[in-house]
């Protein structure tokens, strides 16, 4: 006799919010339906609808579900390693690996904040902001206001990310927010004259912009000088 399959209802559930992922990102709520998602899946309307009572509801578990596997991931790959500078390359590695996911999160909150109401939009937004900020605060042995900080840049880049469409672009901003964070996360702990003198440079050749630092370099100069030749006009016999 053959015995029922055991379904685990959580991990097909997840299935179905992977499997319809793209319908969601790059058709956009508003332009599918049910019984389309149901087609994508492979599945009956009613079996979609065993799982997921509205599309509302759907989009929502979605946000949840991506949030938490972005968090559970980027823990699990630092979870072993003690070192604060090897964790931080880790944590840049996946940031890289993962500029798509960070653009879907930022598309379905759009729609989230469209099209289910902003009751559901900030529990949502909060939801994976706190889990976000908790894990990056406890990885990198930084504040909760730091780590916000860093969540809330990557919700800008992830905008910029939709308009420029480049993975080399992303890449590039990857790579100036880890110039300018290595300093403070990986040698201030150890070392805050070392970590000092980092960012003191980081400031000087990325930070500062070079023109205006070379006219207000100019402006000191030219001072100066007029400060000489007014010192040498009043003279006694000049």
């Known amino acids: 006799m053959t015995l029922p399959k055991i379904v685990n209802h959580d991990e097909y559930r997840e299935k179905m919010l992977e499997k319809s992922l793209y319908l969601f990102t790059r058709k956009g709520y508003s332009n599918i339906n049910m019984k389309q998602i149901a087609a994508e899946l492979g599945v009956s309307t009613g079996m979609l609808y065993h799982y997921f009572s509205s599309?509302?509801?759907?989009?929502?578990?979605?946000?949840?579900?991506l949030g938490n596997k972005n968090v559970d991931e980027y823990i699990g790959r630092t979870s072993s390693v003690e070192n604060i500078n090897d964790?931080?390359?880790t944590i840049i590695?996946?940031?890289?690996?993962?500029?798509e996911l960070y653009e879907n999160i930022?598309?379905?909150?759009?729609?989230?904040?469209?099209?289910?109401?902003?009751?559901?939009?900030?529990?949502a937004y909060s939801f994976f902001a706190e889990r976000y900020t908790d894990g990056m605060s406890e990885r990198l042995?930084?504040?909760?206001?730091?780590?916000?900080?860093?969540?809330?840049?990557f919700i800008g880049l992830s905008f910029h990310s939709l308009a420029v469409d480049e993975t080399k672009?992303?890449?590039?901003?990857?790579?100036?927010?880890?110039?300018?964070?290595?300093?403070?996360?990986?040698?201030a702990p150890d070392d805050m004259e070392k970590a000092a003198q980092k960012f003191k440079k980081i400031t000087h050749n990325v930070l500062m912009n070079k023109r205006a630092s070379t006219r207000t370099t100019?402006?000191?100069?030219?001072?100066?000088?007029?400060?000489?030749?007014?010192?040498?006009?009043?003279?006694?016999?000049?």
Do not use: C
């Open 55 to 65: 599309k509302k509801n759907m989009l929502a578990e979605m946000i949840a579900w």
């Open 87 to 89: 964790r931080f390359d």
């Open 93 to 99: 590695d996946y940031w890289k690996e993962n500029g």
């Open 106 to 123: 930022m598309l379905l909150a759009i729609d989230i904040y469209r099209n289910v109401g902003i009751k559901r939009w900030k529990e």
């Open 141 to 153: 042995n930084i504040s909760r206001q730091f780590a916000l900080s860093i969540f809330i840049y």
């Open 169 to 187: 672009e992303y890449n590039k901003h990857i790579d100036f927010l880890d110039t300018i964070l290595r300093p403070l996360i990986v040698d």
């Open 218 to 238: 100019s402006i000191k100069k030219n001072k100066k000088t007029r400060q000489r030749r007014l010192s040498y006009n009043a003279r006694p016999g000049i």
